[in-house]
């Protein structure tokens, strides 16, 4: 599909912000707006064009992109897209290294200072945040948040929309199934083959 010259971001919070820093330094859009449906934001210093239920209108004319931090909102919303027949980029930050053999599905986006060894899955529509390493031959599934500052080994696989909380690590071929939280600086060292959330070192289950 090709690319269009504006581009619209669904969500105009943190992850937005931060997701239309990545989109201007790749320097591929003319214009960057927003669609946002908090009343809370501040319009000043952005562009917000209209509310989420607006997307049909918007879309022959501009790319988009969610940049929704939650998960599961966030899946909903690309899902949408995908009905739409949008052009939904990949964004990614001129610093991140993305090595050889590495697929990243539509709506992800690789934030700055972010590595990706080689030989790696990476679904639709996940995050890999600023300053985390994906090493070889990870399988990442769709909607799934590597937060800042994680550390996934070798032949780790992560299920779909389960969130990796910031500077946490998973050694080398870990399987976590879908929909966990693991919660900021645990350690995982062992399958986890259950939905929760699991935190500490080792990483140990605290809710279902
Ligand atoms: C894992 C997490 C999501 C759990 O949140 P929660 O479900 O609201 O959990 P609670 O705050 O109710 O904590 C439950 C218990 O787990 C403990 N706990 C929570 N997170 C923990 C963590 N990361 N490490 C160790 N213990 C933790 C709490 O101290 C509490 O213990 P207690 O019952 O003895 O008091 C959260 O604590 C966390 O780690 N958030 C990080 C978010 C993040 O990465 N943000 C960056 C996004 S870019």
């Given at each position: 599909?090709?690319?269009?010259?504006?581009?619209?971001?669904?969500?105009?919070?943190?992850?937005?912000?931060?997701?239309?820093y990545?989109?201007?330094?790749?320097?591929?859009?003319r214009?960057?707006?927003?669609?946002?449906?908090?009343?809370?934001?501040?319009?000043?210093?952005?562009?917000?064009?209209?509310?989420?239920?607006?997307?049909?209108?918007?879309?022959?004319?501009?790319?988009?992109?969610v940049?929704?931090?939650?998960?599961?909102?966030r899946?909903?919303?690309?899902?949408?897209?995908?009905?739409e027949?949008?052009?939904?980029?990949?964004?990614?930050?001129?610093?991140?290294?993305?090595?050889?053999?590495?697929?990243?599905?539509?709506?992800?986006?690789?934030?700055?200072g972010?590595?990706?060894?080689?030989?790696?899955?990476?679904?639709?529509?996940?995050?890999?945040?600023?300053?985390?390493?994906?090493?070889h031959?990870?399988?990442?599934?769709?909607?799934?948040?590597?937060?800042?500052?994680?550390?996934?080994?070798?032949e780790?696989?992560?299920?779909?929309?389960?969130w990796?909380?910031?500077?946490?690590?998973?050694?080398?071929?870990?399987?976590?199934?879908?929909?966990?939280?693991?919660?900021a600086?645990?350690v995982?060292?062992?399958?986890?083959?259950e939905?929760?959330?699991?935190?500490g070192?080792?990483a140990?289950?605290?809710?279902?």
């Amino acid at each position: 599909m090709a690319y269009k010259d504006k581009l619209l971001i669904l969500g105009a919070g943190g992850h937005g912000r931060a997701a239309a820093y990545v989109a201007a330094n790749m320097k591929r859009w003319r214009q960057i707006a927003f669609l946002n449906d908090s009343e809370t934001q501040d319009k000043k210093d952005f562009r917000i064009i209209g509310r989420f239920n607006e997307v049909h209108h918007y879309k022959d004319e501009y790319d988009m992109f969610v940049a929704i931090g939650d998960n599961e909102i966030r899946e909903k919303l690309l899902l949408q897209l995908e009905v739409e027949n949008a052009s939904i980029p990949v964004l990614i930050h001129p610093s991140a290294l993305i090595g050889e053999n590495v697929k990243l599905g539509a709506g992800s986006i690789v934030m700055a200072g972010a590595v990706i060894i080689c030989n790696s899955t990476i679904g639709k529509g996940v995050i890999i945040n600023t300053s985390s390493s994906v090493d070889h031959d990870n399988m990442i599934g769709d909607f799934a948040h590597i937060s800042p500052g994680v550390h996934m080994a070798g032949e780790v696989k992560i299920g779909d929309d389960t969130w990796i909380c910031i500077g946490a690590t998973v050694i080398n071929r870990i399987t976590i199934t879908d929909h966990c939280i693991i919660g900021a600086g645990a350690v995982v060292i062992n399958n986890i083959t259950e939905k929760g959330t699991y935190v500490g070192v080792p990483a140990r289950k605290i809710k279902s």
